[in-house]
């Protein structure tokens, strides 16, 4: 037989089971609880920049553990700095690094600005306006406990182009500004086809084809609308339909991914080269190029 006495007890002391469960479950600030065992991996938050017409993407950086936060190409103040104090206000984030891709005005415009209400270094390119440290070539830094960066220099675009490919574990990013874009490269103004040739299917080819492609611009639609002139495979249908459904395409593909359905990373394609009337890669790089920008 339960008596009354014992089943009230009974439910107080279940309620207060409940309640310890519920409470450690959600965790706190000051004493957080060991998270589910998923392997970490860095947050990359995208902020648009004009959108509509410039369409540029900045990007913050998070190195989950420690909350050290890098801000990519703020060019564009008002839109970016009120999530930088929102999210440094609240803890959210510890901004230590603006990080430049190059020097234009709509990557590197932004950073004197910035600088009146963070004090950071300016990683970049020697041309960035107000940049203090310019990375060598392959050089490697840190962000907090778990991203690696390694700095890569593509120069073409601009001859102080850098991309910054970035590692968490296992997960792998590459920030390539006005260099690669998906299903597209940038307009050839310091420098020339070689360069790009490198850049993109030496340099950026080199990394691992799981890397995820953060570029400067969403550019996709009308680089498919170019790729779909010069080459028909199942990759460039696949980028059409995507790009079609979705406004933005950042960091949902990956250099493998380049490597099928842009076309300046084709330049062995037998296709390509019968098109444009070249069999070697620089003189395809040039070409192709030259009939976009015509295009
Ligand atoms: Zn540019």
Redesign the pocket.
């Known amino acids: 037989m339960i008596s009354t006495k014992h089943l009230l007890l009974s439910i107080f002391l279940m309620s207060l089971f409940t309640a310890v469960i519920k409470r450690s479950s959600q965790g706190n600030l000051l004493n957080p609880i060991a998270r589910p065992a998923i392997s970490r991996a860095m947050h990359i938050q995208s902020i648009p920049m004009w959108e509509g017409t410039g369409n540029n993407y900045a990007y913050l950086v998070t190195d989950d553990k420690s909350k050290e936060a890098v801000i990519i190409d703020p060019a564009n103040p008002p839109e970016v700095l009120p999530i930088l104090k929102d999210k440094t206000d609240s803890g959210a984030i510890k901004l230590s690094k603006i990080i430049n891709t ?1 020097h ?1 005005h ?2 590197a415009g932004g950073n004197s600005e910035i600088l009146k209400h963070f004090k950071l270094p300016i990683i970049g390119g020697k041309d960035c306006d107000k940049v203090t440290m310019t990375p060598d070539h392959k050089s490697t830094f840190n962000v907090g406990e778990g991203i690696k960066v390694t700095a890569l220099h593509t120069p073409c ?2 001859q102080d182009s850098i991309c910054y490919f970035f590692e968490d574990g296992a997960d792998k990013a590459v920030f390539t500004g ?1 260099t690669l874009f998906i299903g597209g490269c ?1 307009r050839f103004f310091e420098g020339n086809a070689t360069e790009m040739h490198k850049a993109l299917n030496e340099t950026l080819a080199s990394l691992p084809d799981d890397t995820r492609v953060y570029p400067g611009h969403e550019y996709t639609k009308g680089n498919v609308r170019f790729a779909k002139k010069v080459l028909n495979n199942d990759a460039i249908r696949k980028l059409d339909e995507y790009s079609q459904a979705n406004k933005e395409t950042q960091g949902k593909f990956t250099i493998g991914d380049e490597k099928q359905h842009n076309v300046f990373m084709r330049v062995n394609d037998s296709n390509i080269q019968q098109l444009v009337g070249h069999d070697k890669p620089v003189d395809v790089m040039k070409t192709l190029r030259e009939m976009k920008d015509r295009s």
Do not use: P
């Open positions: 190059h234009h709509d990557h675009h601009t006005d940038g």
